[in-house]
């Protein structure tokens, strides 16, 4: 049974549900956020469970984190809240999913579950250079439709607020991973500056 399916089960999501959000994760605008994407940070979450005062909550979370995405709308995480609630009605972590959710607009959690679950979610700034770099590719890919001038602006601006932060992780779990993503961050603000000009 493949990693995607045991989660599906153990969050109780049954075979309809299953199907809607293979639906969405499959919409032929996602490059990046898609089933291969909530599947690696459930890998990951896996190796940092013990480390969560609500696990199953933050697996639901990464579920629906994303499953309401238009590239260029700043309403993504609100409208997939709204997505998650009508989806798990009654749902005793609702409460917890919403503020997990919630906290990955800006990445900033109040809560070490939400502290987690946002360094899950930019735990891709931190791999191998060359996944990062096909993550940045994904990530193009799915604003194809904005011009590329306008595209590099916003990339940077993205970049270097990160790179501006004190720190990108929070948690102890991915502190060590600190170096590498503001090396993949400055080398990938670098690469947009030399096209820049």
Same mark, same amino acid.
């Given at each position: 049974?493949?990693?995607?399916? *045991? ?19 499959? *919409? ?6 898609t089933t291969e994407h909530i ?16 696990? $199953? ?6 579920? !629906? ?8 709308? %700043? ?6 809240? $709204? ?12 409460? %917890? ?16 579950d939400e502290a987690l679950m946002? %360094? ?15 993550f940045e590719d994904a990530i193009? *890919? ?5 011009? %590329?001038?306008?595209?590099? *602006? ?8 990160? $790179?501006?932060?004190?720190?990108? !992780?929070?948690?102890?779990? !991915? ?23």
């Amino acid at each position: 049974m493949s990693h995607l399916n *045991q989660s599906i089960l153990r969050c109780g999501f049954g075979d309809s549900l299953k199907a809607l959000l293979m639906e969405h994760l499959s *919409q032929p605008w996602r490059h990046y956020h898609t089933t291969e994407h909530i599947a690696e940070l459930l890998t990951k979450f896996d190796t940092v469970r013990h480390l969560a005062a609500k696990p $199953l909550a933050i697996e639901k979370a990464i579920w !629906f984190h994303d499953i309401i995405y238009m590239p260029g709308r %700043d309403d993504n995480e609100d409208q997939s809240i $709204l997505a998650a609630t009508w989806a798990l009605p009654g749902d005793p972590d609702m409460i %917890d999913i919403k503020r997990l959710i919630a906290a990955t607009k800006d990445h900033d959690g109040n809560t070490p579950d939400e502290a987690l679950m946002c %360094d899950l979610d930019l735990s891709i700034l931190a791999e191998p250079p060359d996944t990062y770099d096909c993550f940045e590719d994904a990530i193009r *890919q799915e604003y194809l439709a904005v011009p %590329d001038a306008i595209y590099r *602006q916003g990339r940077r601006r993205i970049l270097s607020g990160f $790179l501006a932060r004190p720190r990108i !992780f929070v948690t102890e779990a !991915f502190r060590e991973k600190e170096d590498l993503a503001r090396s993949n961050l400055q080398r990938g603000l670098d690469s947009l500056r030399r096209t820049w000009t």
